[in-house]
């Protein structure tokens, strides 16, 4: 195990509930009611970076290799591992994820290694191109993920409809256990490639949403977005019955209204699995958006501390580049927000997000894009994009369940070529 590894503080386990936490220590109020102050020891991590400037001599692939070498990526995999890259293969009408050049350039530095690389990610509770594997499949082809560009096999984890899913303890706030995509079990290493971007529900989408929406089972997705069961819309319905035959709790009935029959949930009996949404042929089953911003980061959280507590050491990359506004679930990609910035690479989600924000912010703004306040040099973009969430929730309570440290050194390589 090398020094970064030992890092993650998967260890600590806050008290609950939290109320607000800063850098130094969080506040908790204990069961008599009476709020005490504790101090947070999470150990400083490390996030390596290069920029995205290239030279002659010098092309992007040259300093990925080198940032590879200097997180000690080629000690991380070992001969005859089965290696998972994660990543998302853009929502169909979307060009902003990650290219497939640079996935291409890591399937070899694995191979390279004498290990077995594959390309995953989960299906999608929502409808769209990617919720089932065969879509997503194709989805993922379109946007260049075949083996014949990238040197790797797809293989879409969590079942052909994303219900096959394993529980992991973790005893938090939200979830005693949660959901995860069977697979995993049998992953020997787990790379998350994340393309960071601005998030509707979130504020950002990074390193921490990649893994613990990313890796959640249909039953999870839905747990994370809502209390509530599906909605049938009556209008819609055609009482067809396709829903009620997929449905795993035999919890859709059919029952006669003015227009004929339609279906309708039996609350008591849902196990809130979200077949019914992806296999309506009407849409007309709809998830209930009610959970709020904050609830949804945290339980984003306690998903990603259920991978990384199976996992850990999972080795993370992050694309800083090509900044939308919105995430690459969205059927479109907007002009970035802020130039470039480059690629991150840590053994810590919590401090890989932290360096991201702080990079993001740091920039100045793009006018003529989304973004229009806030394009000054450290000011918050993702808050003028999305005033209303708190996008510091994920990473405090990240931080505070023990799924990483805000504190990191941001060590720069092969800047040498800076402009
Ligand atoms: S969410 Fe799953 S269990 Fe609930 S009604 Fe739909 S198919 Fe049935
Ligand atoms: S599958 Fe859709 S249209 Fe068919 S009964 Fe169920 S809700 Fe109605």
């Known amino acids: 195990m090398t020094e970064h590894q030992k890092l993650l503080p998967l260890s600590f386990e806050a008290p609950k509930p939290i109320i607000p936490l800063d850098t130094k220590g969080i506040c908790i109020k204990n069961q008599t009611g009476l709020k005490f102050s504790l101090e947070v020891r999470v150990a400083k991590?490390?996030?390596?970076?290069?920029?995205?400037?290239?030279?002659?001599?010098?092309?992007?692939?040259?300093?990925?290799?080198?940032?590879?070498?200097?997180?000690?990526?080629?000690?991380?995999?070992?001969?005859?591992?089965l290696v998972a890259l994660k990543l998302h293969f853009g929502e169909q009408g979307t060009t902003a994820y990650i290219h497939p050049s640079y996935v291409g350039?890591?399937?070899?530095?694995?191979?390279?290694?004498?290990?077995?690389?594959?390309?995953?990610?989960?299906?999608?509770?929502?409808?769209?191109?990617?919720?089932?594997s065969v879509d997503h499949l194709h989805t993922a082809f379109a946007h260049g993920f075949s083996p014949l560009v990238t040197g790797a096999p797809v293989i879409i984890s969590g079942g052909l409809r994303g219900q096959t899913s394993i529980e992991v303890e973790i005893g938090k706030k939200h979830f005693q256990r949660v959901k995860?995509?069977?697979?995993?079990?049998?992953?020997?290493?787990?790379?998350?490639?994340?393309?960071?971007?601005?998030?509707?529900?979130?504020?950002?989408?990074?390193?921490?949403?990649?893994?613990?929406?990313g890796l959640a089972a249909k039953s999870g997705k839905?747990?994370?977005?809502?209390?509530?069961?599906?909605?049938?819309?009556?209008?819609?319905?055609?009482g067809c019955g396709t829903c009620g035959k997929h449905c795993p709790a035999d919890a859709i009935k059919l029952q006669e209204g003015r227009r004929g029959e339609f279906a309708v949930i039996d609350p008591a009996a849902c196990i809130g699995c979200g077949e019914c949404i992806a296999t309506c042929p009407s849409e007309a089953v709809d998830i209930q958006w009610n959970e709020s911003a904050q609830n949804v980061q945290e339980k984003i959280c306690e998903h990603a501390y259920g991978v990384?507590?199976?996992?850990?050491?999972?080795?993370?990359?992050?694309?800083?580049?090509?900044?939308?506004?919105?995430?690459?679930?969205?059927?479109?990609?907007?002009?970035?927000?802020?130039?470039?910035?480059?690629?991150?690479?840590?053994?810590?989600?919590?401090?890989?997000?932290?360096?991201?924000?702080?990079?993001?912010?740091?920039?100045?703004?793009?006018?003529?894009?989304?973004?229009?306040?806030?394009?000054?040099?450290?000011?918050?973009?993702?808050?003028?994009?999305?005033p209303n969430i708190d996008w510091t929730v994920q990473l405090r309570y990240g931080e505070a369940i023990g799924l990483g440290s805000r504190d990191y050194e941001l060590v720069c390589v092969d800047e040498s070529n800076r402009r």
């Open 45 to 81: 991590s490390t996030v390596y970076f290069i920029g995205p400037w290239t030279d002659m001599g010098r092309d992007i692939f040259a300093k990925l290799g080198k940032l590879l070498q200097r997180a000690e990526f080629p000690d991380f995999i070992q001969q005859n591992d």
């Open 105 to 132: 350039f890591l399937v070899s530095q694995i191979k390279g290694r004498k290990a077995l690389p594959f390309l995953t990610d989960t299906n999608v509770l929502y409808r769209g191109a990617r919720g089932n």
């Open 180 to 213: 995860l995509a069977s697979e995993i079990e049998d992953f020997d290493k787990l790379i998350c490639l994340t393309h960071f971007t601005g998030h509707l529900g979130t504020g950002f989408g990074g390193a921490i949403k990649n893994l613990g929406m």
């Open 222 to 238: 839905l747990a994370m977005h809502s209390t509530l069961v599906p909605l049938i819309e009556q209008e819609k319905c055609t």
């Open 308 to 386: 990384v507590k199976r996992k850990q050491p999972v080795f993370f990359l992050t694309f800083l580049m090509n900044i939308t506004p919105g995430c690459d679930c969205v059927g479109f990609s907007d002009t970035a927000i802020v130039p470039d910035i480059g690629i991150l690479a840590s053994y810590d989600p919590v401090a890989i997000d932290q360096a991201s924000v702080d990079l993001v912010n740091q920039q100045q703004g793009m006018s003529g894009s989304k973004l229009k306040a806030n394009l000054g040099h450290g000011e918050d973009k993702l808050r003028s994009l999305y």
